[in-house]
């Protein structure tokens, strides 16, 4: 018998698509009910409904796999990918067109910041309720309660309705129920990205803890490559709704950095979120993304801002392809004014000679108040670009273990 926790076989998702028809102008509701009252009087069928094509679009399209008990597995792709489509079918939200899932054991989601709670619910109310549609004992829940409340750090707010908490608040108490309440599997989406980094490395730290010490199965969507490397075994990597690669962490998230590669420098957000950032835009020493070790880059952010703003702060980090930060750069308005007018802003930073050692790098941004205000985003940009070296130092055979950056420097023998 097989020791598996999660099985997909041929699951398969298709929505339809509905589209205006070619030279059709937008159909308002004057339209429908003018073309209405012509079938009525007229005699003739009305033209609305043919000013519209249907399409069949799979998010996801014959993906099979296994996933083991106690195991922790990344999924990662693309924005657009099937990823948050998976997740909702093997959260059962909603049904697959073909194939079919068998699960082992209790399921938590979380796939969005207060998914299951009811906004006129206190936080108290809402543990309980969590609890008990996870199939939890009211005596169990008791036993978790001040363990999910320490962990939440809502003490103050525990008897206030959920409607009147902020999104990190949210997210902290939704998280510290699933996690707590013991269920066999564990899915969580990148929601983790609202949190600030104290509380993402926390809950990080709580999700190896769940599979590592628990013997718990965890499922774990992120363009976080850090996260992916230090909490999971093995990732699926989809690409288009299906299965481009699956293994190992480590070769997985090589695969999807270096096919990041070849897409191009350009970042647009599909989130609605303001303030954010909308765009961004790599421009490497040479073409195809590869940027040469002691040369200009240079990197365009867009920030939406949804109006003049004041006291900004902007980050980023580049990441290796290990998950760690090599270097950091970043700008505070009162140095350098910025989102003091309009509502979008760009920002141009320009690195005169980039000195990281050879291997492939992505972005991670940063954007808030000064420090101890608010926080708005933290985002894992699904760019990357590769640094090679051209000159005499290709001698020593450069690997990407082998530093981080290389330095200037130079000698005398005396």
Request: glycine letters at 8%; a neutral charge; charged letters at 25%.
């Amino acid at each position: 018998m097989s020791d598996f926790a999660i099985k997909v076989e041929g699951l398969g998702k298709k929505y339809l698509l509905q589209h205006q028809a070619a030279g059709r102008r937008y159909v308002a509701l004057r339209d429908v009910l003018a073309d209405k009252a012509k079938s009525l009087f007229g005699n003739r069928k009305p033209e609305i409904g043919n000013r519209k094509s249907v399409e069949e679009f799979w998010a996801l399209k014959d993906v099979s796999f296994e996933i083991k008990q106690g195991e922790a597995v990344g999924i990662i792709g693309r924005n657009g990918a099937g990823k948050s489509t998976l997740l909702k079918l093997l959260s059962r939200i909603t049904e697959p067109t073909t194939g079919r899932i068998r699960m082992r054991g209790r399921v938590a989601s979380l796939l969005e910041v207060g998914t299951g709670f009811h906004p006129e619910l206190t936080g108290r109310e809402n543990i309980f309720l969590n609890g008990a549609i996870l199939g939890m004992r009211r005596e169990e829940i008791k036993k978790k309660f001040d363990e999910i409340v320490d962990f939440a750090e809502v003490e103050k707010f525990l008897d206030t309705p959920v409607k009147h908490y902020s999104s990190g608040m949210y997210m902290r108490l939704a998280f510290a129920v699933a996690a707590h309440l013991e269920p066999e599997i564990l899915i969580v989406d990148e929601v983790l990205a609202v949190g600030d980094a104290q509380f993402q490395k926390k809950c990080l730290g709580k999700m190896q803890d769940v599979s590592q010490k628990d013997g718990r199965t965890v499922l774990f969507v992120s363009h976080n490559m850090s996260a992916i490397g230090e909490l999971t075994q093995r990732c699926v990597y989809l690409e288009a709704g299906k299965i481009k690669a699956a293994g190992v962490t480590p070769a997985m998230v090589q695969q999807y950095l270096s096919f990041a590669v070849g897409q191009g420098g350009i970042f647009q957000s599909q989130s609605t979120q303001s303030p954010r950032v909308d765009r961004v835009e790599i421009k490497t020493s040479r073409a195809n993304q590869v940027q040469i070790s002691g040369e200009p880059m240079e990197i365009h952010f867009t920030i939406e801002h949804g109006g003049p703003r004041k006291a900004m702060c902007f980050s980023f980090q580049l990441i290796n392809q290990f998950g760690a930060p090599a270097a950091h750069c970043w700008i505070y308005d009162q140095d350098q004014p910025m989102c003091r007018e309009d509502s979008r802003t760009v920002l141009k930073c320009r690195i005169p000679k980039l000195h990281l050692n050879v291997g492939i790098f992505y972005l991670r941004t940063y954007l808030s108040e000064p420090p101890g205000g608010h926080h708005f985003e933290t985002l894992e940009v699904p760019l990357s670009f590769e640094v090679s070296i051209v000159d005499q130092h290709t001698l020593f055979g450069w690997r990407p273990d082998a530093c981080a950056y290389l330095e200037e420097f130079n000698w005398e023998v005396a």
